[in-house]
């Protein structure tokens, strides 16, 4: 497992954008893939995007605004977040996993396929 310590959440107005930025400890960041989930009050974790050692997975809703990245240098994963909405409201949690991901999405997208998470940062989108 790695810790990880997520950073970048806070209060925008609607169509404005957020960097998320998700630090890993440990050497061995390059070797995980990396996942971006987030919970709304009353709601399931749900995936927003994953990365893995080359490429990467977007849930339909945020697909084409949210854009993942990562900095092996830094041992650092970002969330690139524009157009956002109200309904993008959330914490946003980080999650690493050693497993391969796969060529379609559905092993990204689930919240077993992960060992290791962060605490949470709150995105709040106001209308």
């Known amino acids: 497992q790695v810790q990880l310590v997520e950073s970048g959440g806070g209060l925008v107005q609607a169509g404005g954008s957020l960097r998320l930025s998700c630090v890993a400890s440990?050497?061995?960041?390059?070797?995980?893939?990396m996942g971006w989930f987030r919970q709304a009050p009353g709601k399931e974790r749900e995936f927003v995007a994953a990365?893995?050692?080359?490429?990467?997975y977007y849930a339909d809703s945020v697909k084409g605004r949210f854009t993942i990245s990562r900095d092996n240098a830094k041992n650092t994963v970002y969330l690139q977040m524009n157009s956002l909405k109200p309904e993008d409201t959330a914490v946003y949690y980080c999650?690493?996993?050693?497993?391969?991901?796969?060529?379609?999405?559905?092993?990204?997208?689930?919240?077993?396929?992960?060992?290791?998470w962060g605490q949470g940062t709150q995105v709040t989108v106001s209308s």
């Open positions: 999650a690493a996993t050693p497993t391969r991901l796969g060529y379609n999405k559905r092993v990204a997208a689930t919240t077993t396929t992960y060992d290791s």
């Open positions: 440990g050497r061995t960041f390059s070797s995980y893939a």
């Open positions: 990365i893995s050692w080359t490429s990467t």
